[in-house]
C-alpha cells in the first residue's frame, strides 16, 4: 500500500535526490567542460566553473593525434564480443541452477562469487604469461574471453535471480509439449525472462566498455580499447588535462548514450522480480 | 488407445517414500479422478505418469509399451495445469498452437487444428490476445484447448478448476465432462475436491499418504465405502462414523450413517438431540446435532426446508439398511 507523503517531504525527498545525483554526476560534467577549455583555463586557480573561451581545439588535436575511430572499434568488439560470448555460456548454466539445482548449486553460486573479490592483480602474472604461451596478447579475441571470464560469475548471479522468477509450471507445460532442451530454452525461458536478460546484457557491456586494469594491461596498440586511448593522454610529457578530458568524453560518449536511452529498460529488469 | 497401467510403482523424496508400492490400471478412454486430502500424494501420482518426476522403482505401461524411461514429450500425453501453466508472452493462438509447432506439423494443419479447438471452446474471438488479457475460465479452456490439439493418448488433469471461483467451476466441470465424452479419450484427473469426483468420473482412486484405499465408481464408493475413510472422504456432508455403545448394538466397532439416511420424525425415534446449527438451503436443510447421548455431533439431512432452529429438539431415525459397519481395523465388515 502507498503511504501518505505531504507535499512539503515530498519537495525535501526530491531536492535530496537531485543532489545525490548531481554529485554523482558532477566529475563527468568537469570533465566534459574542461574538454572544451585552453590548457591553461583546464588548470587555472581558482578554477573557471563556466566563463571561460569555448574551443573544439582539443578535440581536433585529438582526432588528428589518435584514431579514435579504431579505439572505439575495439570497444565495440570488445565488449559486445564478451557480451555475447558471456551470454551464450550463462543462459545455460543460470538455467540448470535454476530449475534443476543439486545439494552443491548454492556452493557454486557462492564460489562463482567469491572469484569477484580475488584482486586482479593477483592474477595477472599468470594469465599474462598464458596469453604470450597462447599468442593472445595485445588480440581482440583474448580481451573477449577475459573480460567475458572476468564479468560471467555477475550475469550468471544475475539471470539465476530472473530464472527463479519464472514458474516452474511453465516450463513443465512446455516439456509436456513436447519442447525439448534447445525449445524450452529458446522459445519459453527466454522471451519470457528477456527484460532480465536485456539488463543484464546491457550492465555487462557498459561494465567491459568501463573496464581498465585488463585492457590496460594486455594491450600495446592493435587491440586497444577506448580505455587505453584515454590512458595514452596521460603521458610522461606532461599532464594535458585539455585533451585528456577531451579524450575522456569521447570514450564516454557512446556508453552515456546508449546508457541513457536504454536506462528504461536497466531500471525495470534490475528490479524485474521484486514487485509482483 | 490410452491404456495406462502402474506396476509396483514406488516414489521417495530422500529417505521418505510418498508412494509405496502402487499397483494400477487406468482402461483406455475411462475417466479418472485421483481424490484426496492435501498431501496424499495424487499429484504426484499423476506426474509420475506424466513423467514430471522419476518413479524410484517399478514400471509404467502406456498402451503396453514400457513408458518408465520416456521424457514426458514422448509420452503422447497431455497436461493441464492448475496454474494453467500458459505461455504468458505468446498469443492464444500460438499457445495453442505450441505442441504442434513442436511436433513439426505443417502450417496449414496447425491452424487448421487451433481453429477447431477454439471452436469447441470458444475461444474463436479470444485468439489474438494475450493470456494477461483472459479471465480465469477463459485461460483455463486455453490451457484445454493447448491440450486437445495434440491429440493426445491421455489428458492428465492436475486440480483444474481449484483456481475458479464457485459458478465457474460448476461450469467448467460440466464443459470438462461432455469433452470427454465428445472425444472418448483416457482422462486423468486430480482433486480434492470429492464432489468434482462423484459427479465426473467412471472411476474414482481414493488415496490416502500414497496409498490407494479404494477403487471404484462413484456410486460403488457411496454406496459400499471399504474403510471408514472413504466412507468419511465420499459423500457431502460427511458420513456420520459413531462409535462405542451405538455401535456395538450393531455388532460393528463403528456404524456409519449418511446424513441423508437419517429420518427426522414428529417425536419418538431411536435418537433425540439438540439442534446446533441449522443450514437452510431451500431445496435441503442441514441440522448438527448435539445432546442425543452419542460422543459424535450428528449431521442429518433433511428435505425442502424444515423449520427447526437452534435449541429446538428434534427426533431422528436411522435407516438401518443404509448403515454401514466397520471393525476395529476400520474395514468394512
Request: glycine share 8%; charged share 20%; proline share 5%.
Amino acid at each position: 500500500m502507498a503511504r501518505a507523503v505531504s507535499p512539503r517531504r515530498k519537495l525535501m525527498n526530491t531536492t535530496f535526490a537531485w543532489a545525490i545525483g548531481l554529485l554523482i554526476f558532477f566529475p563527468i560534467l568537469w570533465t566534459i567542460l574542461t574538454s572544451f577549455k585552453t590548457e591553461a583555463q583546464a588548470i587555472a586557480s581558482p578554477p573557471i566553473f563556466l566563463g571561460f573561451d569555448w574551443t573544439l581545439e582539443n578535440y581536433s588535436v585529438v582526432m588528428e593525434r589518435s584514431n579514435y575511430g579504431r579505439f572505439l572499434w575495439n570497444s565495440i568488439i570488445i565488449a559486445g564480443g564478451s557480451t555475447i560470448l558471456g551470454c551464450i555460456i550463462a543462459v545455460p548454466a543460470a538455467w540448470s541452477m535454476a530449475f534443476v539445482p543439486s545439494k552443491r548449486t548454492k556452493d557454486i553460486l557462492l564460489w562463482m562469487l567469491s572469484t569477484k573479490m580475488l584482486p586482479a592483480v593477483g592474477v595477472l602474472y599468470p594469465i599474462y604469461l598464458l596469453f604470450i604461451q597462447m599468442g593472445l596478447l595485445d588480440s581482440r579475441a583474448g580481451l573477449v574471453i577475459v573480460l567475458m571470464l572476468i564479468n560471467l560469475p555477475i550475469i550468471i548471479w544475475m539471470l539465476y535471480t530472473y530464472f527463479k522468477e519464472i514458474p516452474g509450471e511453465i516450463l513443465e507445460a512446455a516439456r509436456m509439449d513436447g519442447a525439448g532442451l534447445k525449445e524450452e530454452l529458446l522459445y519459453v525461458l527466454t522471451p519470457m525472462a528477456i527484460p532480465g536478460i536485456a539488463s543484464t546484457l546491457l550492465l555487462n557491456f557498459i561494465l567491459a566498455w568501463n573496464e581498465a586494469f585488463w585492457t590496460l594491461n594486455l594491450t600495446a596498440a592493435k587491440a586497444a580499447p577506448l580505455t587505453a586511448f584515454i590512458a595514452s593522454y596521460s603521458s610522461p610529457e606532461g599532464l594535458f588535462f585539455a585533451k585528456l578530458s577531451a579524450a575522456s568524453t569521447m570514450a564516454i560518449a557512446p556508453i552515456l548514450i546508449l546508457g541513457w536511452f536504454s536506462q528504461k529498460q536497466l531500471v525495470r529488469g534490475l528490479t524485474f522480480g521484486a514487485v509482483k | 488407445m490410452g491404456q495406462i497401467q502402474l506396476k509396483q510403482v514406488t516414489k521417495s523424496f530422500g529417505e521418505t517414500q510418498v508412494i509405496p508400492p502402487l499397483d494400477l490400471t487406468i482402461q483406455d478412454g475411462e475417466f479418472t479422478v485421483f481424490v484426496g486430502p492435501s498431501g496424499c500424494g495424487k499429484s504426484t501420482l499423476l506426474r509420475l505418469i506424466a513423467g514430471l518426476e522419476d518413479i524410484t522403482t517399478g514400471h509404467i505401461e502406456i498402451d503396453g509399451k514400457d513408458a518408465t524411461d520416456l521424457v514426458p514429450a514422448k509420452r503422447g500425453l497431455a497436461m493441464v495445469f492448475q496454474s494453467y501453466a500458459l505461455y504468458p508472452h505468446m498469443s492464444v493462438r500460438k499457445n495453442i498452437a505450441f505442441p504442434l509447432k513442436m511436433a513439426k506439423l505443417d502450417p496449414a494443419e496447425i491452424n487448421r487444428r487451433v481453429e477447431g479447438a477454439a471452436s469447441v471452446l470458444n475461444l474463436t474471438d479470444y485468439l489474438d490476445r494475450r493470456p494477461g488479457q483472459l479471465s480465469g475460465g477463459q485461460r483455463q479452456r486455453v490451457a484445454i484447448g493447448r491440450a486437445i490439439v495434440r491429440e493426445p493418448a491421455a489428458f492428465l488433469f492436475d486440480e483444474p478448476l481449484s483456481n475458479l471461483d464457485a459458478a465457474l467451476r460448476v461450469g467448467m466441470r460440466m464443459e470438462i465432462s461432455e469433452l470427454h465424452k465428445k472425444l472418448d479419450t483416457t482422462m486423468i484427473y486430480v482433486t480434492h475436491d470429492q464432489v468434482e469426483a462423484m459427479t465426473m468420473a467412471d472411476k474414482i482412486v481414493v488415496l490416502q499418504a500414497g496409498v490407494i484405499e479404494q477403487v471404484g465408481s462413484p456410486l460403488e464408493l457411496y454406496r459400499a465405502p471399504r474403510n471408514t475413510f472413504v466412507a468419511g472422504f465420499i459423500g457431502s456432508p460427511k458420513m456420520n462414523l459413531i462409535e462405542g455403545a451405538a455401535a456395538t448394538e450393531h455388532g460393528a466397532h463403528t456404524i456409519g450413517i449418511r446424513p441423508e439416511h437419517i429420518d427426522v420424525v414428529e417425536d419418538g425415534g431411536t435418537w433425540q438431540g439438540t439442534v446446533g446449527v441449522a443450514e437452510h438451503l431451500g431445496s435441503d436443510t442441514f441440522f448438527h446435532i448435539h445432546n442425543t447421548g452419542l460422543a459424535e455431533t450428528i449431521t442429518v439431512r433433511a428435505i425442502g426446508d424444515v423449520s427447526l432452529t437452534h435449541g429446538d429438539t428434534i427426533h431422528l431415525n436411522p435407516r438401518l439398511d443404509e448403515m454401514h459397519k466397520f471393525g476395529a481395523d476400520g474395514l468394512r465388515l
